[in-house]
């Protein structure tokens, strides 16, 4: 059994950075897939950004060009690093790490909310 904890989020302005971490209780070297999800009150949960093991990425293109996840293996560590945030951004976001395709099943985080408002 791993449990994920996401760091806690907040309130940033439009156009605001922010990084989120998802701390696992135990090695994160076994799974194949970690990735950031998140879920509001208009659209269902869905996948932000993903990274697999041998580093291939997955960033849905709404956070194209903003957004970026890395891991850090030794820290058994996931970050998403988000810039230029949008008020479209504001939703719960959850840390998911999987065994197998882009993730979605697995482990999950208790999630953390990100608002971004002015």
């Known amino acids: 059994q791993v449990h994920l904890v996401e760091s806690r989020g907040g309130l940033v302005q439009p156009g605001g950075s922010l990084r989120l971490s998802c701390a696992a209780s135990g090695s994160i070297i076994s799974f194949y897939v970690m990735g950031w999800y998140r879920e509001n009150e208009e659209k269902a949960r869905e996948l932000v950004a993903a990274?697999?093991?041998?580093?291939?990425?997955y960033y849905d293109p709404s956070v194209k060009g903003r957004f970026t996840i890395s891991r850090n293996n030794a820290k058994n560590t996931v970050y998403l690093h988000m810039n230029n945030l949008k008020p479209e951004d504001t939703a719960v976001y959850y840390c998911n790490a999987d065994h197998s395709g882009w993730g979605g099943s697995g482990y999950w985080g208790q999630g953390t909310q990100v608002t971004v408002s002015s």
């Open positions: 990274l697999r093991s041998g580093g291939l990425s």
